[in-house]
C-alpha cells in the first residue's frame, strides 16, 4: 500500500463548479499536512497548510481527518487558472522528511 | 521570494557518463533536497542535506551521490548514467526543520540515451 494515495483523475469540471479531492495516508503518526499544486511542466508550489481544525484560504478549504487518515481540499468557484495537478503532501516522522501523493489533476472547462 | 535555481533546464547525457546537476538558492535556507518525479509514481527523495557537508539518504539513493560545500549549493552526482535515470530531477530548500515548507526549482529534464 502506498504511504499517500490519491485518485489521479482526471477531474474535468466546468467554470464554477465546486470540486473535491481526497487524500488517504497509511501512517497514523503523520504530524503535518500540504496540498501543493502543480502546473503542468512546471515545478510543485505550496497551496495551503492543513490544520487539524480545517483552514480555508479564499476559495479552497482544506481538512484532515485524523481517525479516517485522510486529508481532503475543496475548490469552490472553479476558475480555469485551477486547472493544475494537486499533490497530497505528509511529514511522517522527526526527519521531516515529506512524503508526496502521485497528484490528481484538474481540467477546468468553459 | 525564495529563488531555487537549477542549472540545466534540459540535458541530453549519454550511458556511462558522469553527470552533475547543480542547484542553488539564495535564502540562507539550511536543508536541501533532491527529488525525481515520474509518471504514476510522483516525487521521490532521492538525498537530503540538512547543513553544510551533511548528507542523508532518501528513499532512492542508488546510483547517485550529493554534495554540499557551500550552504547555498547542493549537487547531485550520476556517477555513471544509466538510462533508468532518465527523469525529471527537482531541488528544493526549506529554512528548517521547524518550518516544513519547501520551496522547488524549476527542475531539470534529464534524458540518458
Known amino acids: 500500500r502506498k504511504e499517500v494515495e490519491q485518485d489521479p483523475g482526471p477531474f474535468n469540471v466546468p467554470e464554477g463548479a465546486t470540486v473535491a479531492f481526497n487524500c488517504t495516508y497509511s501512517?497514523?503518526?503523520?504530524?503535518?499536512f500540504f496540498w501543493y499544486r502543480q502546473d503542468c511542466r512546471k515545478e510543485p508550489k505550496l497551496l495551503m497548510s492543513v490544520y487539524s481544525s480545517g483552514n480555508e484560504d479564499g476559495r479552497f478549504t482544506a481538512q484532515l481527518n485524523r481517525a479516517s487518515q485522510y486529508i481532503s481540499l475543496l475548490i469552490r468557484d472553479s476558475k480555469l487558472s485551477d486547472s493544475a495537478t494537486y499533490l497530497c503532501v505528509v511529514n511522517f516522522g522527526t526527519a521531516s522528511k515529506l512524503t508526496f501523493g502521485t497528484g490528481t489533476r484538474l481540467q477546468v472547462t468553459l | 521570494d525564495v529563488k531555487v535555481t537549477q542549472s540545466s533546464r534540459y540535458l541530453v547525457k549519454r550511458t556511462g557518463e558522469k553527470v552533475f546537476l547543480e542547484c542553488v538558492q539564495d535564502?540562507?535556507?539550511?536543508?536541501m533536497f533532491w527529488y525525481r518525479q515520474d509518471p504514476g509514481l510522483g516525487l521521490r527523495l532521492i538525498y537530503f542535506?540538512?547543513?553544510?557537508?551533511?548528507?542523508e539518504k532518501g528513499d532512492i539513493p542508488e546510483g547517485y551521490s550529493v554534495s554540499r560545500e557551500k550552504k547555498e549549493r547542493f549537487s547531485l552526482i550520476l556517477e555513471s548514467a544509466s538510462t533508468n535515470q532518465t527523469s525529471m530531477y527537482l531541488c528544493?530548500?526549506?529554512?528548517?526543520?521547524?518550518?516544513?515548507?519547501?520551496?522547488f526549482g524549476a527542475g531539470t529534464r534529464l534524458s540518458v540515451l
Open positions: 535564502m540562507d535556507h539550511e536543508n
Open positions: 501512517n497514523s503518526a503523520s504530524q503535518s
Open positions: 542535506s540538512y547543513d553544510v557537508k551533511m548528507k
Open positions: 528544493a530548500s526549506r529554512e528548517s526543520l521547524a518550518k516544513n515548507i519547501q520551496y
